[in-house]
């Protein structure tokens, strides 16, 4: 299989093009993704050498994009294969018909209902 290379200034250029698209401010996408918009704008602008990944699909979902409209991978290519499940297929359905607000009161939520699940990802 081929290697696939994307550059953190490609994954940037895509993270800011979407956020233009969707006309969501960085402080908006920072309330929806419990990430910092002073991270967010670094991420946007290419002035940092690493954005986590649970970090980039955080803001994937939070835009209503796949991982790959940021990455570039293809579904098929990602480094972190992984069985689907059809019960997160479902609610990332539902999340995607529903405002922002709506969604990041469903994932408030998930979290009072299942803090042991979310407790890793708080602070990342």
């Known amino acids: 299989m081929m290697a696939l290379v994307i ?3 490609e994954i940037a250029s895509r993270l800011y093009q979407a956020i233009t698209e969707k006309g969501i401010s960085y402080g908006e996408l920072a309330r929806l993704t419990a990430i910092p918009k002073s ?3 670094r991420y946007a602008t ?3 050498d690493k954005i986590p ?3 980039l699909r955080a803001l994937a ?3 209503c994009l796949p991982l790959s409209a940021l990455t570039g991978w293809e579904e098929n290519e990602r480094s972190d294969e992984r069985e689907e499940l059809p019960e997160i297929t479902m609610i990332a359905r ?3 018909k529903m405002s ?3 969604r990041q009161d469903m994932l408030q939520l998930l979290k009072i209902a299942f803090p042991e699940e ?3 990802d708080d602070g990342a």
């Open 100 to 102: 922002p607000e709506r």
């Open 61 to 63: 979902a939070a835009l």
């Open 118 to 120: 979310f407790r890793d």
């Open 94 to 96: 539902a999340g995607k």
């Open 39 to 41: 991270a967010i704008q």
């Open 46 to 48: 290419g002035t940092t």
């Open 53 to 55: 990944l649970e970090r």
């Open 7 to 9: 550059t953190m200034n």
